[in-house]
């Protein structure tokens, strides 16, 4: 039996949400929402979005991660040390943290959060493999940048993504 | 040397060439817009007139028709200078347009051969083919129907043929009428002038001379009066389309001005407008054929009109006099204003009088002629008839009524003896009853909103319903008073089924305008405050007043009945129905439909249509293909990363050393500067991307690779003038091209845009097309989308509106650029366009 390549087990971009990186986390979150209805019946993939440029050109992904990232109010943990410099464990300190931190104001934060641009938050494109590239190649990224997907390339365009399960799922397999 | 230019762009000659064209192009342009509005202007006037019944005379129409076609051929000159041999099949068009209208009019017999000179007293009214018609009827009063007539000859057409022929007239004026070449009205009015003089000096053939002297001294002889008139009757006259000068009169002619006078009434008839009729159908002269009548005249110190019938009220019961002191022609020409006398036509009671004051009346000079004098100061409100006097006139009325079988329109005149005598009677005309609404006073309170500029009149009640979308007609429901935000000609697909229409903008000028005329459809124009009324509000609108009143009150839209008192229409309404018709009918094809061709256009109307729409496309398309766009004009000079070339239709500016760059807040075309100003608000999204992203090349999602089509290859482009814009903007993958006329009158604005092409898959390129369309819609743009093709168009507004529009665009082209993209789902789209909705505050 070949191992597959990239091509083979990637997930193909149509798959996928895409938006501009000048487009508002407000926006981000609708497709967020729209991804969650849409994919009750599907075999469920990691949500992601990608961000491309005014070229065109893919620049990063956001996930949910990004999304908490870009919500992140001015108010952190680590920030409460700031304002009590004299409590050396205040960062830890979660009741403290609670303290300063009501509903409302954290309604208001959001929403002077989410005219954000995705480009503050989301995380860039590290690497790509080619669309005849063998799986062994996206894992070896994926060790190597500590990824869980790769962009797969063809001709130059982006055409998929390949998943850090799927590339596992093949290689499985191959040992097994 | 090649080389260096290769490098240096085009030299500086070519490029002023370039220039040079698209300028000369451009003028051209608006020379036909130019023309194409005036004539529009004529079409609606006469649609205006038609539709109020105010046509006037037959003579009016053909007028108007004559200057319209030389309009409209015109402007399909400066087509054909625009666009090229391509439009060529216009003329011919025009051609076949006219002749037909030529078919639909009656024809005119041969003259026939008759005795130069004919007492009354042998004529009847079957010998108006003969003498015309005035002479007929008068020799008919006067033998057939008993009534006292004066007493006169008629002078026959075949003595005016005699004329012509003796004089060799025919061919000078064939010879004249060959040299009107471009059938211009100014160069008709010189010819008029030519053949009139050619008429006037001539001589009478010695025999003609001879009986006409003849028969004055054998009148003279029996008459006691002395005084004598000479007047037109023309022989075709009320049978047929002609342009005799019916009513050119000469009052008080002595024996030795007698033949002069009647070479001044035999060339009265080569008015402009005759002649072109001529030339139109390939006529000779001879077919509007002359008789003269020349009459006793009664020295009279009253005189007037009777109808037999109120042309206001046909059925009522009594018969209407007008008069006046003095001659009659005073109150024909309108310069006094009559007594005012009703006569009970079962009794001959007098049921009503109005007595004017007259201060003045025309009377004879001794010397011959006529002049003006005075009426005593006690005798100017005196009544100008007794009521014996009306009641004889009355009785003599409905005798000739009688014997005619129909209404009849009478001339009187009261000598100084008191005795009444007839001097012409013909078939009294209705103006076809223009169906007035009559609102009781008391409802005054209940009008909802006024002030609306009326395009139809007519009253039609129902429910308020706001069509907010040319798009959406099919939802209309029967009998409704459809409100719509402006009028747009798909219109027509709900007009039968509606009950009156309100326009919230729009002028009289529209081609709904001419619809709603064609239809009849109770119609207002120009009522923003219509908006405010509810949807399903139960109202009344009256299109003549301009108003819509509160509930419904179908008891005001008034009884047809007295159209059934109307007179048979003649055959010059007939005439006049086909030169209308012909003129203002417009065919409603889109456009976008494969039948919109010259050929297709079945009147002038169509053809101007059909013109405004190709000049349009052809300035579009020619300025498109300006060779060397990249290196003439001025670049803006924007914050926003496009490189767009400035050109400048109305000024000559190369942009060739010296000043290159235009600031954003200089740009001086009033279209550009709004679109730019929708630009700016909306600002340019994306900020430039950390250097530590770029250089990664691969690309999502297109189809179309920069480079790949010439469209891409160009940056983008404008061509301005202070009113007009041509944009060609190419952002990112998509490009759109918005092109806007912007002028202080809404007949000629417009604003077009297409828009084409996108970085992502069909499917989502639609989704953005989707959006767009459905965001144009609620700023009253018409849309035509195929694929991911949208080519929209909004027109007919004032200034203000498409300005704004152009604002909007602006920003809309801004807030969707590189969004098709995203549009991975429907879902998606319609979450894009509430969002956009917002944003641009269209969701009032």
């Not at chain 2, 020379?31 to 006037?56: C, T, W």
């Not at chain 2, 083919?129 to 000859?153: C, I, R, T, W, Y």
């Not at chain 2, 007609?473 to 509606?498: F, Q, T, W």
């Amino acid at each position: 039996m070949l191992m597959k390549r990239a091509g083979e087990i990637m997930m193909p971009l149509e798959e996928f949400p895409y938006i501009p990186y000048w487009f508002t986390l407000r926006q981000a979150l609708a497709e967020l929402e729209e991804a969650e209805i849409k994919r009750a019946n599907q075999k469920p993939i990691p949500w992601v979005i990608l961000v491309f440029s005014a070229r065109n050109q893919l620049l990063g992904i956001v996930r949910r991660r990004e999304i908490l990232q870009g919500l992140k109010p001015s108010l952190t943990p680590s920030k409460v040390r700031d304002y009590y410099p004299s409590v050396p464990d205040a960062a830890s300190d979660q009741n403290l943290y609670r303290f300063g931190f009501s509903p409302e104001k954290a309604i208001q934060e959001l929403r002077n959060q989410i005219e954000r641009q995705i480009i503050e938050f989301m995380a860039p494109i590290q690497a790509t493999v080619d669309y005849d590239d063998y799986a062994m190649v996206a894992i070896h990224l994926m060790i190597d940048r500590d990824l869980s997907f790769v962009p797969v390339v063809r001709d130059g365009q982006i055409v998929g993504l390949v998943y850090a399960e799927d590339v596992i799922h093949e290689v499985i397999k191959h040992i097994v | 040397m090649k080389w260096l230019k290769n490098i240096l762009g085009a030299s500086k000659a070519e490029r002023l060439a370039s220039v040079e064209s698209v300028q000369q192009k451009f003028s051209l342009f608006q020379s036909v817009l130019e023309r194409h509005n005036q004539v529009l202007k004529l079409i609606s006037r006469l649609e205006e007139r038609h539709q109020n019944r105010k046509l006037g005379s037959v003579q009016a129409v053909w007028d108007d028709f004559v200057q319209i076609q030389e309009g409209v051929r015109e402007v399909i000159d400066r087509m054909i200078g625009l666009g090229g041999d391509a439009y060529l099949p216009l003329r011919s068009r025009l051609i076949s347009i006219l002749k037909e209208v030529e078919n639909s009019l009656p024809g005119t017999q041969p003259v026939v051969k008759d005795d130069y000179v004919i007492p009354f007293s042998r004529l009847d009214r079957g010998r108006a083919h003969s003498v015309g018609g005035k002479n007929a009827n008068l020799g008919e009063m006067k033998s057939h129907v008993g009534v006292p007539v004066p007493d006169g000859f008629a002078i026959s057409a075949w003595a005016y043929l005699h004329f012509i022929e003796v004089n060799q007239l025919q061919e000078r004026i064939d010879r004249l009428l060959q040299n009107v070449r471009i059938r211009q009205y100014k160069d008709l009015e010189v010819v008029s002038n030519d053949i009139r003089e050619m008429v006037t000096f001539r001589s009478v053939p010695d025999d003609l001379a001879e009986a006409i002297c003849a028969g004055f001294d054998d009148l003279a002889s029996r008459s006691s009066r002395g005084r004598f008139a000479l007047r037109s009757s023309a022989v075709w006259e009320d049978t047929t389309f002609t342009f005799a000068g019916q009513y050119v009169s000469f009052l008080n002619v002595g024996r030795d001005a007698l033949l002069d006078r009647y070479k001044d009434i035999l060339s009265s008839k080569f008015t402009p407008s005759a002649i072109s009729y001529l030339l139109r159908h390939s006529l000779s002269e001879m077919d509007l054929a002359m008789g003269v009548v020349c009459m006793e005249m009664v020295d009279s110190v009253a005189s007037g009109v009777i109808y037999t019938r109120d042309p206001l009220n046909p059925s009522g019961p009594h018969l209407l006099v007008n008069s006046i002191f003095g001659l009659g022609s005073y109150l024909v020409d309108g310069r006094l204003t009559p007594d005012v006398f009703h006569v009970s036509r079962s009794d001959e009671n007098v049921v009503f009088s109005q007595v004017a004051r007259k201060p003045v009346q025309l009377v004879m000079r001794a010397e011959g002629g006529v002049a003006e004098a005075p009426v005593p100061e006690a005798e100017q409100d005196r009544p100008s008839l007794n009521e014996q006097q009306l009641r004889l006139l009355a009785r003599y009325a409905l005798k000739i009524e009688e014997h005619y079988g129909e209404p009849q329109d009478i001339e009187w005149a009261l000598d100084r003896s008191g005795e009444l005598f007839l001097i012409q009677a013909r078939p009294l005309k209705f103006p076809k009853a223009r169906v007035v609404a009559r609102i009781p006073e008391e409802f005054q309170s209940d009008i909802l909103v006024k002030g609306g500029t009326p395009i139809c009149a007519g009253i039609g009640a129902g429910p308020i319903y706001h069509l907010d979308s040319v798009g959406e007609l099919d939802a209309v429901p029967r009998g409704a008073v459809l409100v719509v935000p402006y009028p747009s000609p798909k219109l027509v697909a709900v007009m039968h089924r509606i009950s009156a229409l309100v326009s919230l903008v729009g002028g009289n000028a529209s081609h709904l305008a001419t619809l709603a005329r064609e239809l009849s459809l109770p119609t207002i124009v120009n009522m923003q405050k219509a908006a405010e009324i509810p949807q399903d509000r139960t109202v009344t609108v009256d299109g003549g007043g301009g108003a819509i009143y509160d509930g419904c009150h179908p008891e005001w839209i008034p009884a047809q009945e007295e159209e059934a008192v109307q007179s048979e229409g003649s055959p010059s309404d007939a005439a006049v129905e086909g030169i209308v018709s012909r003129v203002t009918r417009l065919s409603v094809i889109h456009p976008n439909d494969p039948n919109f061709t010259p050929q297709s256009c079945d009147s002038l109307h169509d053809l101007l249509r059909f013109i405004h729409q190709k000049s349009m496309e052809e300035i579009f398309s020619s300025l498109k293909q300006t060779a060397n766009k990249e290196d003439i004009g001025l670049r803006l000079k924007t914050k926003i990363p496009l490189f767009i070339n400035i050109i400048y239709l109305d000024r000559c500016y190369l942009g060739n050393g010296g000043k290159r760059w235009v600031r954003e807040d200089s740009i001086e075309s009033l279209p550009m500067k709004a679109l730019w100003e929708g630009v700016l608000q909306e600002g340019w999204p994306s900020r430039p991307v950390p250097a530590d992203l770029k250089g990664f090349l691969a690309v999502v999602g297109t189809e179309v690779g920069e480079g790949r089509q010439p469209e891409f290859s160009e940056n983008s482009y404008a061509f301005l003038s202070k009113e007009y814009m041509l944009l060609n903007l190419r952002m990112g993958y998509h490009f759109s091209t918005i092109e806007a006329l912007v002028t202080p009158e809404p007949e000629k604005n417009y604003i077009r845009m297409q828009f084409k092409l996108g970085g992502a898959p069909l499917e989502r390129r639609m989704r953005r097309i989707w959006i767009i369309c459905e965001l144009l819609k609620r700023i009253g743009f018409e849309n035509f989308s195929q694929g991911d093709f949208l080519d929209t168009t909004t027109a007919y507004q004032g200034p203000e509106a498409m300005l704004e529009r152009l604002r909007l665009l602006g920003r809309m082209t801004i807030l969707t650029k590189q969004l098709d993209l995203t549009l991975s789902s429907d879902a998606r789209a319609r979450w894009y366009l509430n969002d956009f909705v917002q944003k641009l505050g269209l969701d009032n």
